[in-house]
Nanobody, 126 residues
Framework: QVRLVESGGGLVQAGGSLRLSCAAS????????MAWFRQAPGPEREFVAAFNWSGDVAYYVDSVEGRFTISGDNAKNTVYLQMSSLKPEDTAAYYC???????????????????WGQGTQVTVSS
């Protein structure tokens, strides 16, 4: 099992910045990909960003490209999401996710991830 704990959310004005952290514990060696999703009020959980521990390539949803940066610290088993130039439409609960399975998958699909954190709320005021 892998436990994920997010932190760093809060209230920020439009144009501001926040850095979210996701601390992983347990069988972290079993994970090969990490991602951030977000969920505004409603049923859909939206992909935000993802990367593989084995590579340097990161992937982003178009709406955050150039404003958000996903990164990881393997030694600390922690993944970060640096968010800049925040907009009111970025308001959501942000969730960290980890994938342990192999094979091909769609990194933008929430069902591809095996472990989830409890979420941290980000609210951007206009």
């Amino acid at each position: 099992q892998v436990r994920l704990v997010e932190s760093g959310g809060g209230l920020v004005q439009a144009g501001g910045s926040l850095r979210l952290s996701c601390a992983a514990s347990g069988r972290t060696f079993s994970t090969n990909a990490m991602a951030w999703f977000r969920q505004a009020p409603g049923p859909e959980r939206e992909f935000v960003a993802a990367f593989n521990w084995s590579g340097d390539v990161a992937y982003y949803v178009d709406s955050v490209e150039g404003r958000f940066t996903i990164s990881g610290d393997n030694a600390k088993n922690t993944v970060y999401l640096q968010m800049s130039s925040l907009k009111p439409e970025d308001t959501a609960a942000y969730y960290c996710a980890a994938r342990a399975g192999g094979g091909s998958y769609s990194r933008r699909w929430s069902g591809a991830y095996d472990y989830w954190g409890q979420g941290t709320q980000v609210t951007v005021s206009s």
